[in-house]
């Protein structure tokens, strides 16, 4: 619920830009098929079923579910003013992180907020493909974006970024004692970004696009390994 309204809000944030962006001229209320009045009532409706849902957790849950409501609605404003909307976008996708840990446990403990860490590296390195797509086209517009701010530095900050997100991952594994499964998963996963890179090499739209959607499989990855050591630990 809550990833649907950061949809929807994010599409009414961005009315002025997705028109003149080619990626984006199609989506419903850059062309007029919803206007932005409904596109607010949809995330108003979205949101408080989300926290409706949210208030049958314990206390601390309902606490940090505030301050997510606060970034998944914030986010979208952000390329207006900051090179950095992916590391924000991170922040907000993450947030269920800490969240999953109250609700269960009743606590955050440090290896959630590790967690928390690794997926703010690799939402702003898979968003940073996302970005490099749509790079001229914001900025003819004068949108923001670490596309935008890396340059021709994009592959080396990558690079960077996705050796922050394995080196905190590593941490984790390291820390929870988790068995070979998750270790061959983060190899899988690693081999499986050293492609992204490959294909992604000359910046084209199409290969930037298909890099990005290629973190499905990464993403996978590192949850199969995870699954497959916790199984074998129980």
Known sequence: LTRSAGCVINDYADRWLDPHVE??????????????????????ALMLAAFALVLTQNRLTVMLSVVGAFLAASYPYLKRYTYLPQVYLGMAFGWGIPMAFAALTGDVPPLAWVLYVANIFWATAYDTWYAMVDREDDLRMGAKSTAILFGELDLVAQGVLYAGMFAALALVGRQAALGWPYWAGLALALALVAWEFAIARRRERAACFRAFLHNTWVGLAVFAGLAAALALRG
């Open 23 to 44: 990626r984006t001229r199609g989506r419903p209320l850059a062309t007029g098929a919803v206007s932005a009045r409904e596109a607010l009532g949809v995330f108003a």
